[in-house]
């Protein structure tokens, strides 16, 4: 079992730049494939990143490639999302998700608002 709780959001200005945090518990979260979601007003959840349970690799919807960065520290329990570039379009709710492996996830976060204005 894993509860997962995201911080980090909140409102930047298109071009700016927020990371993402997700805390996780459970002593097993080390061997869970992490990933993040992303869901616009009005639109169906979307995948954005995942990792590996080592980090060591990670995988991007084109919509993000090289703008956003998913990063893991097991040793913390924690997973993070790193946005640049941002523009309006990036505006949604985010969600933290882990799973034994990609696209299937078991365990969900409640989500952290990220507005982009223009």
């Known amino acids: 079992q894993v509860q997962l709780e995201e911080s980090g959001g909140g409102l930047v200005q298109a071009g700016g730049s927020l990371r993402l945090s997700c805390a996780a518990s459970?002593?097993?979260?080390?061997?869970?494939?992490m990933g993040w979601f992303r869901q616009a007003p009005g639109k169906e959840r979307e995948f954005v990143a995942t990792?590996?349970?080592?980090?060591?690799?990670?995988y991007y919807a084109d919509s993000v490639k090289g703008r956003f960065t998913i990063s893991r520290a097991n040793a913390k329990n924690m997973v993070y999302l790193q946005m640049n570039s941002l523009t309006p379009g990036d505006t949604a709710v985010y969600y933290c998700?882990?799973?034994?492996?990609?696209?299937?996830?078991?365990?969900w976060g409640q989500g952290t608002q990220v507005t982009v204005a223009s």
């Open positions: 990792s590996s349970w080592s980090g060591g690799s990670t």
């Open positions: 459970g002593r097993t979260f080390r061997s869970y494939t």
């Open positions: 998700a882990a799973g034994n492996n990609h696209p299937e996830y078991d365990y």
